[in-house]
């Protein structure tokens, strides 16, 4: 459910069938600029004080809390910021995880309420390849949750993942 207290007026999205309701969660996912790419030459259109991420971190932090998801997956996350990310979510209600890419010092992250167990995580580089040794740096991480109501067991995957853009990628 959206909060009034949200910096950024958006839609929120409803998917539902009714042959799958019975397992209802809520997601967030967000792109975070890291501090790694939060360049002001690469943004010469944006503010220098708005690209800079100690500008921005309280915002951020504003708004993820204020949707209370059960999922969030967040990318572009610079790894000197995880611990400031990991205090966003209670630990007595969230599960933390994250996975750096392999030549950057960005990562990406799952946070996952703890209605849900984490049967599995599984860290996948991407490839551009057959070659395993021929990947473009970038990483997903795939979890398998499974939640318990009333002796039935539902199962859910997710996979947080920051994919390039451009028309280089296409």
Known sequence: MQSLNNLLNRKILTISDPKYSKLKFTVLQWN???????????????QPEHVNFDYRKDMIS?????????????????????DFFKSLFNTQKY?????K??????????????????IETERVVHLKSDDPNDFDNQVSLVAVL????????????????????????R
Not at 73 to 79: R, S
Not at 101 to 118: R, T
């Open 62 to 82: 504003q708004e993820i809390r204020s949707f209370d998801a059960d999922l969030v997956c967040l990318e572009e996350i610079d790894t000197t910021d995880i």
């Open 101 to 118: 890419k392999v030549y950057s010092n960005d990562a990406v992250v799952l946070a996952v309420n703890k209605k849900f167990e984490v």
């Open 95 to 99: 599960h933390f995880l994250y996975e």
């Open 146 to 169: 499974k939640y318990s109501e009333k002796n039935f067991n539902y199962y859910a995957i997710v996979s947080v993942v920051h994919v390039k853009a451009g028309p280089i990628y």
């Open 32 to 46: 975070a600029l890291p501090r790694c790419y939060s360049n002001p030459t690469s943004y010469p259109r944006a």
